[in-house]
């Protein structure tokens, strides 16, 4: 039975072995340290999804030494060219009309890789991919709700979140609440939300499973209390609270291994912030449409119902006036 398979390439030189190794590193995949042999070196890598494929090609021609498939060829042309590296051959070209590039990049020692993808940029165009928000929080408000329970966790996260929110420029307020724990989060979050003077809330915390089930009771509090003040305030709220079985997953995600979550929070926040506005821009747009339109005379005004029509109707007006009288 097979339990795994390796995937080798072989190059045509030193040199080529340096130049793909920095390309495939800096097209994204993950390079773990070199191993040295007494006839060979090699460079271990660690994609995020491989697929093994056996071809057979019918047709006679010169195929290049390695084909890699990848997500969106444009930027992987551009980390190319800043490599210094040559293209010898690109068989859609830079026109975005193309939905597929395929392009061949030839190393100095004659090592050749054959690039193809999808554009991401046509595929948004097709699917009019719409409005989205800036990662701008110039002039915005914030309010950040931070937990003191597991505070050596909490207050990396506030860290985190504080830099992002710097990072996407200067924001007008950034207003920090503390509460006890999690648990209380959500009635913070809500109170501060209704006030209407910030443009989004972020909800930072950390739970760390026990052994009983007091764990699972305040998750699904917090989580619930959150995406209901959300949605019933109307302003957004982005999810910066932790759920990890160990106190090693919450320090991993407090700056270490995976990040720091309450940035990525930050990032959300400042997103949606700027989501919403895009979307009410949008709306106020729609309505004052729907009122050009129904100040527009309408299709069946008095002037276009026929003349014998009018007449019966104001014969029955008068009609209706001499019995009232008469009575």
Do not use: W
Request: proline fraction near 3%; charge should be positive; include cysteine.
């Amino acid at each position: 039975m097979i339990n795994s398979i390796h995937l080798t390439i072989q190059v045509r030189g030193s040199d080529d072995f340096d130049l793909l190794t920095r390309m495939l590193d800096a097209l994204g995949l993950e390079s773990k340290e070199v191993e040295n042999y007494g006839r060979y070196r090699l460079q271990p890598f660690q994609p995020a999804v491989s697929t093994l494929e056996v071809v057979h090609r019918k047709n006679f021609r010169d195929y290049a030494d390695l084909e890699i498939m990848i997500s969106d060829p444009d930027s992987a042309v551009e980390i190319v060219k800043k490599m210094g590296l040559k293209i010898v051959g690109d068989n859609s070209g830079p026109e975005l009309g193309h939905a597929v590039r395929s392009f061949r990049v030839e190393l100095p020692g004659g090592t050749r890789i054959d690039f193809t993808g999808f554009r991401t940029t046509v595929a948004a165009a097709q699917a009019d991919a719409g409005f989205e928000g800036s990662l701008n929080a110039k002039g915005k408000r914030f309010a950040i709700v931070v937990s003191r329970f597991n505070s050596f966790v909490t207050e990396r996260l506030l860290a985190g979140t504080i830099d992002g929110l710097t990072r996407c420029g200067r924001a007008r307020d950034i207003q920090i609440v503390r509460v006890s724990g999690a648990f209380e989060i959500p009635s913070a979050a809500r109170t501060l939300a209704e006030t209407g003077k910030y443009d989004a809330i972020i909800c930072l915390g950390c739970l760390l499973r026990g052994d009983t089930a007091h764990y699972d009771v305040i998750v699904n509090e917090v989580t619930r209390g959150i995406g209901q003040s959300a949605q019933e305030t109307g302003v957004p709220h982005a999810f910066g609270v932790l759920t990890c079985d160990t106190l090693e997953q919450a320090i991993d995600r407090a700056g270490l291994k995976m990040g720091n979550k309450g940035f990525e929070a930050a990032l959300a926040a400042v997103e949606m912030a700027n989501l919403k506005k895009v979307v009410s821009g949008q709306e106020s747009g729609v309505s004052k449409n729907k009122k050009a339109v129904s100040s527009q005379p309408s299709a069946f005004s008095k002037k276009q119902i026929p003349r014998s029509t009018r007449n019966a109707k104001l014969h029955r007006g008068r009609t209706s006036t001499r019995k009232r009288k008469r009575r």
